[in-house]
Nanobody, 123 residues
Framework: QIQLVESGGGLVRAGDSLTLSCVNSGYSPTPYALGWIRQAPGKQREFLGGVTWNGDETIYVDSVKGRFTISRDNAKKAVYLQMTSLKPEDTALYYC????????????????WGQGTQVTVSS
């Protein structure tokens, strides 16, 4: 079973960059897509973007397009979220999530979740 562990969160200043990592410490018999989702206090989960099982396609929501980049390294069973030009409104708990086969934009469609890593952006 897929077991995801995120890392790389922290406290940064507005305008800074930060890269989050997510590693699958488990096993999946089928190819799986990975997504990044965040949740700020008092707000609903927000799907940010995802990558296909082979890394050949990425999707993003408009609010982060151009600032955030998702990449995947299957040899390391890892996915990354590179974030640039961070804003205070990017402050949230960031989750990595996986699902068999195709990448989708709906967070509820992802079956496997990490514990999250906190990103705090100060103004």
């Amino acid at each position: 079973q897929i077991q995801l562990v995120e890392s790389g969160g922290g406290l940064v200043r507005a305008g800074d960059s930060l890269t989050l990592s997510c590693v699958n410490s488990g096993y999946s018999p089928t190819p799986y897509a990975l997504g990044w989702i965040r949740q700020a206090p008092g707000k609903q989960r927000e799907f940010l973007g995802g990558v296909t099982w082979n890394g050949d396609e990425t999707i993003y929501v408009d609010s982060v397009k151009g600032r955030f980049t998702i990449s995947r390294d299957n040899a390391k069973k890892a996915v990354y979220l590179q974030m640039t030009s961070l804003k205070p409104e990017d402050t949230a708990l960031y989750y990595c999530a996986g699902r068999p086969w195709g990448v989708v934009r709906e967070a509820s469609e992802y079956e496997y979740w990490g514990q999250g890593t906190q990103v705090t952006v100060s103004s």
